[in-house]
């Protein structure tokens, strides 16, 4: 079992900046992957980043510039520096850690407004 809690979303200006982290709990040592992901409302929760147990990152063309996921691996943590944020991209924040065989484990998710 493994147990993510987010924390840093809130309330920002268009062209403001926030980081999200992620902590992981329990058995650490299986997650693969871990990944950020947003539900804007009245939209499908969709991919923000991801990054494996490497370090290495991939990104929603759409935050591709702007957006940066890194990872503590001592801290069991996952970050995502969110710079220039646009209104459409408010909604909850989901953290996500993967582990083999397809197990995926979900937070429960932090708020991120941004207004115009």
């Known amino acids: 079992q493994v147990q993510v809690v987010e924390s840093g979303g809130g309330l920002v200006q268009a062209g403001g900046s926030l980081r999200l982290s992620c902590a992981a709990s329990?058995?650490?040592?299986?997650?693969?992957?871990m990944g950020w992901h947003r539900q804007a409302p009245g939209k499908q929760r969709e991919l923000v980043a991801g990054i494996t147990s490497g370090g290495i990152a991939n990104y929603a063309d759409s935050v591709k510039g702007r957006f940066t996921i890194s990872r503590d691996n001592v801290k069991n943590t996952v970050y995502l520096q969110m710079n220039s944020l646009k209104p459409e991209e408010t909604g909850v924040y989901y953290c996500?850690?993967?582990?083999?065989?397809?197990?995926?484990?979900w937070g429960q998710g932090t708020q991120v407004t941004v207004s115009s």
């Open positions: 996500t850690a993967d582990l083999a065989r397809g197990v995926r484990y």
């Open positions: 329990g058995s650490i040592f299986s997650i693969k992957d």
